[in-house]
């Protein structure tokens, strides 16, 4: 059994900063890409940011350089550094790895925690 547990969400007010972790647990091998995504009530999950196991990066257009994703590969955690935080950015922040490889399963793909609360008072 592999799970992602995000922390670090919580209450902003707007222009401050929040960092959220992703610990993938299990019987882990190695995992793929690593990305954060956000849900805003009454909206579609939409993508925020991805990482490679390799370390390359992509963002949201409404993200960029304020933003940033990074990870350690040897913890299998992931992190979204969230900087000049905005009210529009308020949402349940989700973790998600399309490929983790583990020893008693094999390759499990698209898996997702929990999500963590992040709401920005304006």
């Known amino acids: 059994q592999v799970h992602l547990v995000e922390s670090g969400g919580g209450l902003v007010q707007a222009g401050g900063s929040l960092r959220l972790s992703c610990v993938a647990s299990?019987?882990?091998?190695?995992?793929?890409?690593m990305g954060w995504y956000r849900q805003a009530p009454g909206k579609q999950r939409e993508l925020v940011a991805v990482?490679?196991?390799?370390?390359?990066?992509n963002y949201a257009d409404s993200v960029k350089g304020r933003f940033t994703i990074s990870r350690d590969n040897a913890k299998n955690t992931a992190y979204l550094q969230m900087n000049s935080l905005k009210p529009e950015d308020t949402a349940v922040y989700y973790c998600?790895?399309?490929?983790?490889?583990?020893?008693?399963?094999?390759?499990?793909?698209?898996?997702w925690g929990q999500g963590t609360q992040v709401t920005v008072s304006s």
């Open positions: 998600n790895s399309d490929q983790i490889r583990t020893k008693l399963s094999g390759w499990l793909a698209n898996v």
């Open positions: 990482i490679t196991s390799g370390g390359s990066t």
């Open positions: 299990g019987s882990i091998i190695s995992i793929n890409s």
